[in-house]
């Protein structure tokens, strides 16, 4: 299991690569996520994502992990990157995570 | 899209994501562009329903101000601002009742050391007395 906090409403998801980097799809990462994969966001939680559209969402949802921390994020970097994980499920499940707390429905609603 | 009895239906149409609107909408409730890019989806609608609710009660506000407006030009004499503020938030002293004030002498009495004499030890002390004084007329 991916080192994930997620109490109540607590969005953020944690996995351990490197170092502990935060998982987060803000509009930036899903704008680019778009145009990486050519999907629709209405898609995006159905669909199943082969190896290389992994490597390209997490790139996505860690890219302001990076920003924050000064780092320059290429794509390139990422299948390496993704080594440092336990385990492919590991990564798969903190994909899900913080795509679901992107598109979670607010309380009032 | 609405059904006939008026309920969201979800279609196709109404699952699509603009990105131009959803821009648009945190825009208009005061959001920047950085603000915006780093937020998610849900962030955002977190947003817009705090920024209603301000709306809403800034409404409110405005509306209970025109109120009191026109009450305070009706009434012959305008209570003095202070009790007014006072009362409106909450802050008005209330009078004690009978009980209320005995429960505090007690409470004030425990506190300085004093004894609390029951109404037995009244009639106690005033048969002494009487004794006393029948004694007295005696000497």
Request: a negative charge; glycine letters at 4%.
């Amino acid at each position: 299991m991916p080192k994930t906090t997620k109490a109540d409403k607590n969005t953020t998801v944690i996995i351990q690569l490197d170092r502990p980097r935060e998982v987060r799809f803000g509009h930036k990462a899903l704008k680019k996520l778009m145009a990486l994969t050519g999907k629709s966001l209405a898609s995006i939680s159905e669909e199943e994502f082969s190896l290389e559209e992994l490597e390209r969402v997490m790139f996505c949802g860690l890219l302001s992990d990076a920003k924050e921390h000064g780092e320059t994020l290429e794509l390139e970097q990422m299948e390496d990157l993704l080594d440092y994980a336990k385990s492919f499920n590991e990564v798969m499940d903190a994909m899900e995570k913080a795509l679901e707390n992107a598109f979670q429905s607010t309380e009032k609603n | 899209m609405l059904d006939s009895s008026g309920e969201v239906v979800e279609t196709d149409e109404t699952l699509e994501w603009s990105w131009e609107t959803s821009l648009k909408t945190a825009i208009h409730i005061g959001v920047s562009l950085s603000e915006y890019e780093y937020m998610t989806p849900y962030e955002l609608a977190l947003h817009i329903e705090a920024y209603f609710e301000r709306k809403e009660l800034e409404h409110h506000t405005s509306i209970t101000l025109v109120w009191l407006g026109e009450y305070y030009h009706r009434i012959k004499k305008l209570p003095p601002l202070k009790q007014v503020i006072d009362e409106v938030m909450g802050n008005k002293k209330k009078q004690m009742t009978n009980e209320q004030m005995l429960e505090k002498a007690k409470t004030l009495n425990a506190l300085f050391g004093g004894i609390e004499i029951k109404e037995t030890d009244n009639d106690f002390i005033r048969k002494e007395d009487e004794i006393d004084s029948i004694q007295s007329g005696v000497d």
